[in-house]
C-alpha cells in the first residue's frame, strides 16, 4: 500500500426530504449570496428548483440562477456565468442536478477567483489556488461530483473534453441527497449512472499496487451491492430503497475511498471522453461501450485483477488459466451492461455507426501524452485497438 493523504470534507445529508435543510446548510457553510446553478428544465419540471428558491428565500439569502447547462457541459455556460457573477457578486455556488451542473459550478468556483481564463486551469496551463465554495443538491446518482474534487468540461472550440482534480479545493461543502428526487430520471439515464459508478470503481481497481486488500474488498463488495440493487431497480424504478443505496454507492464509487494507497487507472474514462466530447453520448453508455473492448485487450497481457474480478465478483469460476478467466470477465461484464442495464455496447449500439477513430485518438494523446500510464501502459496503437474492439 503506498502513502497518502485524504481530505474529504463534504457534509452529506441523506433521505427523504432533505432539500429542505438546503437554506440552512447555505447559512452553515457561509453563504450570503448564492449563485443556482442547474441544467435544461428537469428541477423546474419537478419543482425543486421552486423548492429550493424558497428555502434560500427563507433563510434570507439573495440569489441568483444560471440555467441551461447541458449534458457533457461546455465552457460557454462557464463564461455566461462568470459574466452573470460580476454583477451579482455571489460567495457561495449551489448547484441543483448531476454532474454536468455540479461541474459548471466547480468551474466557476475557480473561475471566480481567478484574472485569467478558468479553461487555463483545464489544460495545466495554471494552478488554482482558490476556489469560492460549492454546496450541491443531486438528482442523479452517476458521476460522483457531489463528493469528487473533479470537474469535467469540454471546450466548445477545440472540442477538447478536459477534467481538473483538485480534491483539496473542489469537493463540496455540502450534498443534499435525496432519493425521491432520483424518481423522475428515465430508466436510460438511471442505467448509465450505474455503468457510470460502476466504472469509477473498476478505474480504482484495476491497479498494479500490490497488498491494497481494504481497497479491494470495499471496491468488490461495492460492485456487488450495485449489481445486486440495479436489478431490482431496472425491474422497478420506483423502489425507494433501491434508488437510495444506488444513490450513495454512487457517491463512494467516486469520493476516492476504494483508490487510497494504490495506483488508478482512469485509461477508458480519458477514452470515453473523446466519445461524448465528439458526439455528445451519455457518459455511462460510453463507459458501456468502452471498458468491456478495454478488459478484452488487456486480458492477454495484464489478466491478474482482471481475472480476480470475474471470480470475485462476476460469477467467473477459477480456471487455473487467467488469461482465459480474464476474457470470461470481460465478456461477463460486458453481457451484464447489455442484458441487465440495457446499455449499449459497440459503437454501433451508442448510435454512432462510423466513429471517427483517427480524430479521437489523436486528440486522446494529444491531451493524455504520448504513452497513457495506468494498469496497462497504452500508446496510440493500443488505444486504437481498442476503439476498433468497440466497434
Ligand atoms: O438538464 P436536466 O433537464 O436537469 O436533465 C438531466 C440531463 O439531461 C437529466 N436529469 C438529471 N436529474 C434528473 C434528470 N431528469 C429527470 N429527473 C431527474 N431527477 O439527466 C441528464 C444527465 O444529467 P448529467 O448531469 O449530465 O448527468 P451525470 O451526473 O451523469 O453527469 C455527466 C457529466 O459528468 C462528467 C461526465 O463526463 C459528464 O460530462 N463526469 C464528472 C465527474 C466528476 N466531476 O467527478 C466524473 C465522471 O467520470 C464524469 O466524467
Ligand atoms: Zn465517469
Not at 29 to 36: I, L, Q, T
Not at 184 to 191: C, D, F, M, R, S
Request: glycine share 10%.
Amino acid at each position: 500500500m503506498n502513502n497518502f493523504s485524504f481530505y474529504s470534507p463534504t457534509e452529506f445529508v441523506f433521505g427523504k426530504g432533505t432539500e429542505g435543510q438546503v437554506g440552512d446548510l447555505c447559512l452553515k457553510h457561509g453563504a450570503s449570496r448564492v449563485m443556482v446553478v442547474y441544467g435544461g428544465g428537469s428541477v423546474v419540471r419537478s419543482g425543486l428548483l421552486a423548492k429550493v428558491e424558497a428555502k434560500l428565500t427563507e433563510a434570507g439569502l439573495p440569489y441568483c440562477l444560471l440555467g441551461g447547462v447541458v449534458p457533457n457541459p461546455v465552457d460557454t455556460k462557464v463564461y455566461e456565468g462568470l459574466e452573470m457573477a460580476r454583477e451579482f457578486q455571489p460567495d457561495f455556488l449551489l448547484a441543483v442536478g448531476g454532474g454536468s451542473v455540479i461541474d459548471t459550478a466547480k468551474a466557476l468556483a475557480v473561475g471566480l477567483c481567478y484574472d485569467g481564463d478558468f479553461w487555463d486551469f483545464y489544460i495545466g496551463k495554471a494552478k488554482a489556488q482558490k476556489a469560492m465554495p460549492v454546496g450541491v443538491v443531486l438528482t442523479i446518482p452517476a458521476a460522483g461530483s457531489e463528493g469528487s474534487g473533479n470537474s469535467v468540461i469540454t471546450n466548445t472550440t477545440t472540442k477538447v473534453k478536459a477534467g481538473l482534480r483538485l480534491p483539496m479545493l473542489l469537493r463540496p461543502k455540502f450534498a443534499v441527497m435525496d432519493p425521491e428526487l432520483t424518481m423522475t430520471l428515465p430508466l436510460y439515464q438511471t442505467a448509465a449512472g450505474i455503468s457510470d459508478m460502476m466504472a469509477h470503481i473498476l478505474e480504482r481497481y484495476l491497479s498494479n499496487t500490490p497488498d491494497v486488500q481494504i481497497g479491494d474488498r470495499l471496491a468488490e463488495g461495492m460492485l456487488l451491492a450495485i449489481m445486486e440493487t440495479a436489478r431490482k431497480l431496472m425491474a422497478d424504478p420506483s423502489d425507494y430503497q433501491a434508488r437510495a443505496n444506488i444513490m450513495w454507492c454512487a457517491t463512494i464509487a467516486h469520493n476516492d475511498t476504494c483508490s487510497l494507497g494504490r495506483q488508478e487507472d482512469w485509461n477508458s474514462h480519458a477514452m470515453e471522453h473523446e466519445i461524448s466530447a465528439e458526439y455528445d453520448v451519455t457518459h455511462g453508455a460510453g463507459l458501456a461501450v468502452i471498458f468491456p473492448a478495454f478488459l478484452a485487450y488487456a486480458a492477454p497481457k495484464n489478466p491478474g485483477k482482471i481475472a480476480q474480478l470475474g471470480h470475485r465478483v462476476l460469477g467467473i469460476s477459477d480456471s487455473g488459466d487467467a488469461v482465459a478467466d480474464a476474457f470470461a470477465t470481460a465478456a461477463a461484464l460486458k453481457a451484464w451492461f447489455k442484458d441487465v442495464l440495457k446499455m449499449p455496447v459497440t459503437f454501433a449500439e451508442l448510435g454512432v455507426p462510423s466513429p471517427d477513430l483517427e480524430l479521437m485518438n489523436a486528440r486522446l494523446h494529444r491531451l493524455k501524452g504520448e504513452v497513457m500510464q495506468g494498469y496497462l501502459p497504452l500508446d496510440a496503437a493500443a488505444t486504437m485497438e481498442i476503439y476498433k474492439l468497440a466497434l
